[in-house]
């Protein structure tokens, strides 16, 4: 039987002897742990909880994470856990790997690791947020599969044959679920210390084989699934960030129709060629790019996205224009910079074109629209590749030298020239880099090289 079938079966056999009757209020207490703060924050009752936790699919993991919870408790008489008792009854029934693999995952602890080289299907370096120490090689195939550079996850680590495994339950860690972690973890561990201090005098600790780091972390498990569930729920179901254009007016794709004769189409075609506004996108055909006389000062979202066109990505652009018989289209990403476009064109082709009639579509709009319609291969991937990270190129050149809310309102180029400032701007490299990979994970495609930022804020040692 190979190694992994011991284990399956080690696992499958302890379940199966923990449906005894003297196991069950136990076992109902630990998960409860784990899910009466979720209930009493989202204000929902275990069973409404539970059909949320089903209906997204989260049954399988969670479990995980609350059952190898149970197995390393000390909940028995002498301080004996699950396991202990389990082997010293039934010991006799498992294989050495089988035996050693339970008794690992009894003294394992739960932690949050940080995804720093991964080999998909074979291997990830991982580094332990909570604890520090060095990085640790986990040899892993399934679970590599979706994991990318900076990833955040909860997991146990054991070691198996001179080689660090992880167990089964594994929970992905968005940033601002880790962020919210770490910060609940640090307040619980000067409380833990306290107790420590106050229930273990300092000869005692000395002989003690317990370590503190661990003790704390098999009492912190709770948190992670807790943490984890709150805000993958509350992401679930919050609206849309915020998303504004260059000016900070609200996005909305608006488009434009002006009715004209189609007699008078090259009179119009000629009075948008000697406009400044208006250049010409293509010479062969009837469309125009509406360019700003005047560049407006840069007002991004408080607390979402701030998106602009860039020509060539370089020059900031309001809107296009299309010319076909009988219809002028004018389309623009905000109800302002439409109105602002049909003025201008009113002026411009005074008694060639009716009054507009406008039609507007929210983000919400366009991606219920998008996901009812099958998508179609437009642009050759190498070509898009190459036009995103030229605008790529030129948005992080100037995000570099403006204030970012996550850095406290300072500039990248700051934080990283100041000492107490330097670990945010870092943080906000890896989440930049990590939200890339993922991208490029996603859709297929090389992800944007952003080495040249950390070069040019003098991070590479980082």
């Known amino acids: 039987m190979s190694k992994r079938s011991d284990t399956d079966k080690a696992i499958r056999n302890i379940m199966k002897w923990l449906e005894q009757p003297e196991f069950q209020e136990k076992h109902a207490s630990v998960f409860d742990e784990h899910i009466a703060p979720v209930c009493r924050h989202l204000d929902l009752s275990p069973e409404e909880l539970n059909r949320e936790i089903l209906e997204h699919g989260f049954d399988g993991m969670l479990f995980g994470i609350m059952f190898e919870d149970f197995l390393s408790r000390p909940l028995l008489p002498d301080n004996n856990n699950i396991v202990d008792d389990y082997l010293k009854r039934r010991g006799w029934r498992e294989s050495v790997h089988g035996r050693r693999y339970l008794q690992q995952l009894a003294q394992s602890t739960l932690s949050l690791y940080e995804i720093v080289e991964v080999s998909p299907g074979h291997y990830c370096d991982v580094r332990d947020i909570v604890r520090g120490g060095d990085t640790i090689r986990v040899y892993e195939k399934m679970g590599t599969q979706n994991l990318v550079k900076w990833d955040r996850i909860a997991a146990r680590i054991l070691k198996s044959n001179d080689k660090h495994i992880f167990s089964g339950g594994i929970l992905p860690f968005p ?114 790019i509406w360019f700003p006389t005047q560049q407006k000062k840069k007002n991004k979202a408080k607390n979402g996205l701030s998106i602009q066109s860039f020509h060539n990505g370089q020059h900031p652009i309001s809107g296009t224009l299309e010319l076909s018989p009988g219809v002028l289209k004018l389309t623009t990403n905000s109800r302002k910079r439409a109105q602002h476009g049909q003025d201008e064109l009113v002026t411009l082709l005074h008694g060639l074109i009716g009054p507009a009639l406008s039609t507007i ?17 437009t642009i050759d991937p190498e070509i898009a590749a190459e036009i995103m990270g030229g605008y790529l190129d030129q948005y992080y050149r100037e995000t570099l030298d403006e204030p970012i809310p996550v850095l406290g309102d300072k500039t990248p180029r700051q934080c990283a020239s100041r000492k107490k400032d330097r670990a945010k701007v870092i943080e906000w490299l890896k989440h930049l880099e990590n939200n890339e990979l993922r991208r490029a994970a996603r859709e297929g495609g090389k992800p944007y090289d952003s080495r040249w930022m950390w070069e040019e804020l003098k991070l590479e040692k980082y």
């Open 175 to 288: 940033r601002e679920a880790a962020q919210s972690l770490l910060k609940v973890l640090t307040r619980s561990r000067k409380q833990f210390n306290k107790e420590y201090e106050r229930l273990i005098d300092e000869e005692t600790r000395a002989l003690a084989s317990v370590n503190p780091d661990d003790e704390f972390l098999r009492d912190a498990c709770p948190f992670f699934t807790s943490i984890w569930l709150i805000h993958t729920l509350e992401g679930l179901q919050a609206p849309l960030p915020e998303m504004v254009n260059y000016e900070g007016d609200a996005l909305e794709l608006t488009e434009s129709r002006f009715p004209f004769l189609a007699e008078q189409l090259e009179e119009i075609a000629l009075k948008l060629d000697t406009a400044a506004e208006w250049e010409r996108d293509n010479p062969d055909e009837h469309t125009w």
């Open 361 to 377: 579509q929210t983000p919400e709009q366009l991606i219920a629209e998008n996901e009812r319609t099958e998508p179609i291969e």
